[in-house]
């Protein structure tokens, strides 16, 4: 079966524009996860929704938000983009929710110029 | 809040022979912890999981052990391969499973 599609692959954006990121689980799969990986700070989790709603959510500004399709499929948004949010933006997809076996789609590099 | 880090960032091992990379965790409440692997150019990949009630896990080549006391994880890997070569993270979950922290990764490097 597919994994998990991200897209873009690649992109590239104006400190002070907003962007929006997609990701689409595999079947069957409700929970998807979003987590931002940077040399400096590695692997931190933005949000999970499950079930088209936000279930838990990490340390991050009000700027990234996210949400969730009755399909699974899930979008994030980051508003009034800083140089500093450039990095490799992770969703990954699991069954019923949880790091249990959760499958990571490529990623979207996002740089802020 | 949980830290998590790994001992090494790199780590460099002869082809045949094998790999252990240990992690440390700050949160003695930290009930699960994964394993992944990340090659370059794509994301995190599972390896193995272990939970708290347990110390051993054995999966494909790897070998995952606990030790809470000393809040310390490690992942062995029996006859490394070139394939293995990549960095590879550990990660603790508390308070629900979705709040998981990672540690900062180590880039294991496979000499032939």
């Known amino acids: 079966k597919a994994g998990v599609t991200q897209t873009p692959r690649y992109l590239i954006k104006t400190r002070g524009q907003q962007v929006t990121l997609s990701c689409s689980p595999i079947?069957?799969?409700?929970?998807v996860s979003w987590y931002q990986q940077t040399p400096g700070q590695g692997l931190q989790f933005l949000f999970e929704y499950f079930s088209e709603t936000q279930r838990n959510k990490g340390n991050f500004p009000g700027r990234f938000s996210g949400r969730q399709f009755s399909n699974s499929r899930s979008e994030m948004n980051v508003s009034t983009l800083e140089l500093g949010d450039s990095a490799l933006y992770l969703c990954a997809s699991s069954l019923g929710g949880g790091a249990t076996e959760a499958f990571f789609g490529q990623g979207t590099r996002l740089t802020v110029v | 809040g949980e830290s998590v880090g790994l001992h090494l960032p790199t780590l460099s091992v002869q082809e045949g022979d094998n790999s252990i990379i240990n992690c440390a965790y700050s949160?003695?409440?930290?009930?699960?912890f994964i394993w992944y692997k990340q090659e370059s150019g794509k994301g995190p990949q599972f390896i193995i999981d272990?939970?708290?009630?347990?110390d051993k896990r054995q999966g494909q080549r790897v070998t995952v052990l606990l030790n809470k006391t000393v809040k310390h994880l490690s992942l062995q890997i029996a006859a490394t391969q070139p394939g293995d070569s990549a960095v590879y993270f550990c990660?603790?979950?508390?308070?629900?499973?979705?709040?998981?922290?990672f540690g900062t990764g180590t880039k294991l490097q496979v000499i032939p």
């Open positions: 990660a603790a979950t508390s308070g629900g499973y979705q709040k998981v922290t």
């Open positions: 272990i939970r708290s009630n347990m």
């Open positions: 949160n003695s409440a930290s009930d699960y």
């Open positions: 079947s069957g799969h409700r929970s």
